[in-house]
């Protein structure tokens, strides 16, 4: 069983839909907790990032983390088209003061957004 | 262009010949990152640098790979005797080693071993 799992879909939603992203996570020395947006034949871009238990909001992206649970969640209001792309959940133990560093990665979600 | 680098874009090559990647990272991060990536699965991590120093490698990294750092500066990801299996995407990453410092990846560079 891996560490962290990731439905990866792949989701295809209407532009404007609310989008909701999870994974779940066997590690309890996980964290830091991450999302990142990869496009096609592109490096992963940081989106989000969360540490231990929580919520937080930046825009249209909400990032939630349950750690009672190992559950972490993405959600993205008034998606664009432009939301299309790969998402992937990246958690770390901070083991060797790598914090953000050396992370462990979902599967990746394929999110369409059509117009 | 202040982000990651990495060289060359694409590889093609035949099972069994060697390959070299190159990766810069944005120049004041003094760790840097190597992670590979599979069609339709996630980044794994390889390896890691802090400055000159190789402090970790994972178990996935076999005897046929190696990377260097060897001014703290760029790096290397070298692949002996190169198989079918090697074929994946090499993302390069960087950051500062302070606490909290987010990690910044490169495009990373396509291998495919025929």
């Known amino acids: 069983q891996k560490e962290v799992e990731q439905d990866p879909g792949p989701l295809s939603v209407p532009e404007g839909a609310i989008v909701s992203l999870n994974c779940t996570y066997s590690?309890?020395?996980?964290?830091?907790f991450m999302w990142y947006r990869q496009y096609s034949r592109k490096g992963p871009e940081l989106l989000m990032y969360?540490?231990?238990?929580g919520n937080k909001e930046d825009g249209r992206f909400t990032a939630q983390v349950d750690k009672s649970s190992k559950y972490i969640s993405l959600f993205i209001r008034d998606s664009q088209p432009s939301d299309s792309a790969t998402y992937l959940c990246?958690?770390?133990?901070?083991?060797?003061?790598?914090?953000?560093?050396?992370?462990?990665f979902g599967q990746g979600t394929i999110l369409t957004v059509h117009p | 262009d202040t982000g990651v680098s990495q060289n060359p874009r694409h590889k093609i090559t035949k099972r069994g010949q060697n390959v070299t990647f190159r990766c810069d990272p944005i120049?004041?991060?003094?760790?840097l990152y190597w992670y590979r990536q599979t069609l339709g699965q996630g980044p794994e991590f390889l390896t890691y640098?802090?400055?000159?120093?190789?402090?970790?490698k994972s178990r996935l990294l076999s005897d046929r790979f190696s990377a260097e750092r060897p001014k703290g500066s760029f790096s290397t990801l070298e692949i002996q005797r190169t198989e079918q299996g090697d074929s994946a995407m090499y993302l390069c990453?960087?950051?500062?080693?302070?606490?909290?410092?987010?990690?910044?990846f490169g495009s990373g560079t396509q291998l495919s071993v025929l």
């Open positions: 990246a958690m770390s133990s901070n083991a060797g003061g790598t914090s953000y560093g050396k992370l462990t």
């Open positions: 590690n309890s020395a996980f964290q830091y």
């Open positions: 969360t540490y231990s238990s």
């Open positions: 120049s004041e991060h003094n760790r």
């Open positions: 640098f802090q400055n000159e120093a190789q402090l970790e």
């Open positions: 990453a960087s950051n500062h080693a302070r606490p909290n410092e987010k990690l910044f």
